[in-house]
């Protein structure tokens, strides 16, 4: 068991398991309104699965759209399949969750962006949110109570 917290690839599960829903949910229901998604993955990631064409063409990786004509969409618990037209062509493909980028659904302005990394040390990449000039530890805190702001019942 590791002695740290490692946030940065919790929260990669957690949006993988947004995603995840989302999927389901236009599995059984179809896209809502005006919903359509931009899918950007790794096409080199272990467990896509993609015409050879394909990744001739997208060696790195592709954005697809899920919008008009989309079919077979299948959702796992680590990766979905679809069906989508290329060149009047319908391809399947397979993609890892763990493959994916980013997500877009542009009609209201959601996107999620996944890191490319899996261990991303948490500790490193944080900004130093200390804004005094000095050196000194701050190793005391001050308790605030909230009484002198509640309104008198």
Not at 8 to 33: D, H, T
Not at 60 to 79: C, H, K, N, P, Y
Not at 97 to 111: K, L
Request: proline share 6%; aromatic share 12%; no cysteine.
């Amino acid at each position: 068991m590791s002695n740290e917290i490692n946030y940065g690839q919790m929260m990669q599960k957690a949006m993988q398991g947004l995603l995840k829903s989302i999927l389901e949910r236009v599995a059984k229901e179809g896209l809502p309104g005006d919903h359509h998604f931009f899918i950007t993955f790794d096409t080199r990631h272990p467990g896509v699965e993609m015409s050879a064409w394909l990744k001739e063409e997208y060696p790195e990786e592709i954005t697809i759209v899920m919008q008009e004509w989309f079919d077979g969409l299948a959702v796992m618990s680590d990766r979905f399949m679809v069906t989508l037209n290329f060149n009047d062509t319908a391809e399947p493909m397979v993609i890892p969750f763990d493959a994916i980028r980013t997500f877009v659904d542009p009609s209201v302005e959601f996107g999620l962006r996944f890191d490319a990394q899996d261990n991303v040390n948490d500790f490193e990449e944080l900004p130093d949110f200390d804004d005094d000039d000095d050196d000194e530890p701050h190793m005391d805190a001050e308790v605030v109570s909230l009484d002198a702001f509640r309104k008198p019942t």
